[in-house]
């Protein structure tokens, strides 16, 4: 089950394909980390991931639920 309350901490991190090292870009609430990636540009969100305690999930799917 995914970590979804706005308070969990989740690390949102950018995963480029021509790069193997993941840039964080935030760790901490996931209302503020949605708020970050949502003013990133498409190009950047097409790269990034928000992993919870228990969970990874692509920003896009979560962006769209």
């Known amino acids: ?8 901490t989740v690390r949102l991190y ?6 193997p090292v993941a ?7 996931l209302d503020e980390a949605l708020a970050i990636a949502a003013a ?3 190009a950047v969100q097409a790269g990034l991931w928000i992993a ?6 692509h920003y896009l ?3 769209s639920d």
């Open 14 to 19: 950018h995963l480029d394909d021509g790069d």
């Open 52 to 57: 919870t305690d228990n969970d990874v999930a």
């Open 23 to 29: 840039e964080t870009l935030f760790y901490g609430p």
């Open 61 to 63: 799917d979560l962006a």
């Open 40 to 42: 990133q540009t498409e």
């Open 1 to 8: 089950m995914r970590s979804t309350f706005a308070t969990a």
